[in-house]
């Protein structure tokens, strides 16, 4: 995986979900897995077209995915229910659409 594909989705991520959440992050290690299975319980799925193409996945457990969708929300969820599916599904779509500028920005068009 070349990194200048993969740098402006980490980018993206990390502006994304402060500006959601409001919580400052700092980033810890990153680990790229090549495995033919995803292991965690929730999984965003979503398709690139044009100079980079592929699919990009953001995973996390359920735990986190409730915790995000609660607190972009405003309201704490008990369940991963329809509401924290279709808020995490959001955060995904926001963070790819946040990517794919800095990937134009590169000259990339995503």
Do not use: C, W
Not at 48 to 57: P, W
Not at 63 to 79: D, R
């Amino acid at each position: 995986m070349n990194v200048k594909f993969l740098n402006p989705f980490i980018e993206a991520a990390h502006e994304v979900i402060q500006i959601e959440t409001g919580n400052k992050m700092q980033r810890g290690d990153l680990n790229l897995l090549n495995d033919d299975y995803i292991t965690n319980d929730v999984t965003v799925i979503l398709s690139l077209v044009g100079d980079v193409e592929g699919n990009v996945f953001y995973s996390m457990d359920e735990y986190t995915a409730i915790t995000l969708a609660s607190t972009m929300l405003g309201e704490q969820l008990e369940s991963f229910n329809t509401l924290a599916q279709s808020g995490v599904a959001e955060l995904g779509n926001v963070i790819t659409g946040r990517a794919s500028i800095k990937l134009s920005e590169a000259g990339f068009e995503a």
